[in-house]
C-alpha cells in the first residue's frame, strides 16, 4: 500500500497567520491517465470530513481561496493563509491513484 | 442539495453483525460510486471499500476482505456496509462518502461493541 506521511502532527497557529500542512507519498501519485488524485479535508470536532481540495489544486466549491494545494509527484502541500476560528481541526491528506486508497495519519491545527 | 443520511449508532454483542445504511438523495445514485471509511476512536481514516451501484461491483481494502460486504439497492437509493464477526477492534464511526473525490460524506455512524 502506498503510505501518505503527513506532517506536522500538530501546527499551533495565531489567527490570521498563515499554516502549511506537508503530505509525501512513498510512490508517485501520477496515474497513467496523468492525474494525480492527492485530495485535502478538514474534519472540525464532533463532525465528518469535508473536501477542501481535489486532485492537488482544485478548490471544492464553497471553500475560500485561504486554502491552495501545491505539488507533485511524491510531494503535496495545503497552504492555508490568514487562518479563522473556523478552520480549526484536523486535516487529512487522501490519495486515490493506486489501490487501495490511503490517508495520511492527520495534522491538528490548533490556537497557539 | 446532495445529502447522504446514514442509519443510527449502533451497540452490539461481540460476534455478531451489523448492517448500516446510507441513504442518497438530491443527485442521481446510479452516476456515482460509493465508498465506505473507517476511523477509529481518536484515530485517522481508513478507506474500507467502493461500490458502484450501477453495475453492482465492489473493491475491498484486503484489510477489510471477509470483514466488510458492501451493497446497494437502486430501487431506494441506499448503500449499506454489513460487518461481521464483530470484536471490540471494529468500536468506531463509520462514514459513507460519495466517491467523487470524497464531495459529500454521511453523518458517520458509531460502532460500539461490548458484551
Known amino acids: 500500500d502506498v503510505v501518505m506521511t503527513q506532517t506536522p502532527v500538530s501546527l499551533p497557529v495565531s489567527l490570521g497567520g498563515q499554516a502549511s500542512i506537508s503530505c509525501r507519498s512513498s510512490?508517485?501519485?501520477?496515474?497513467?491517465?496523468?492525474?494525480?488524485?492527492l485530495h485535502w479535508y478538514l474534519q472540525k470536532p464532533g463532525q465528518s470530513p469535508q473536501l477542501l481540495i481535489y486532485r492537488v489544486s482544485n478548490r471544492f466549491s464553497g471553500v475560500p481561496d485561504r486554502f491552495s494545494g501545491s505539488g507533485s509527484g511524491t510531494d503535496f502541500t495545503l497552504k492555508i493563509s490568514r487562518v479563522e476560528p473556523e478552520d480549526l481541526g484536523d486535516y487529512y491528506c487522501l490519495q486515490s491513484t493506486h489501490f487501495p486508497n490511503t490517508f495520511g495519519a492527520g495534522t491538528k491545527l490548533e490556537l497557539k | 442539495e446532495v445529502k447522504l443520511q446514514q442509519s443510527g449508532d449502533e451497540l452490539v454483542r461481540p460476534g455478531a453483525s451489523v448492517k448500516i445504511s446510507c441513504k442518497a438523495s438530491?443527485?442521481?445514485?446510479?452516476?456515482?460510486?460509493m465508498y465506505w471509511v473507517k476511523q477509529s476512536p481518536g484515530q485517522g481514516l481508513e478507506w474500507i471499500g467502493t461500490?458502484?451501484?450501477?453495475?453492482?461491483?465492489?473493491s475491498y481494502n484486503q484489510k477489510f476482505k471477509g470483514k466488510a460486504t458492501l451493497t446497494a439497492d437502486k430501487s431506494s437509493n441506499t448503500a449499506y456496509m454489513e460487518l461481521s464477526r464483530l470484536t471490540s477492534e471494529d468500536s468506531a464511526v463509520y462514514y459513507c462518502a460519495r466517491h467523487s473525490y470524497g464531495d459529500y460524506w454521511g453523518q458517520g455512524v458509531m460502532v460500539t461493541v461490548s458484551s
Open positions: 510512490q508517485s501519485l501520477v496515474h497513467s491517465n496523468g492525474n494525480t488524485y
Open positions: 461500490i458502484i451501484p450501477l453495475i453492482d461491483t465492489t
Open positions: 438530491g443527485y442521481t445514485f446510479t452516476n456515482y460510486a
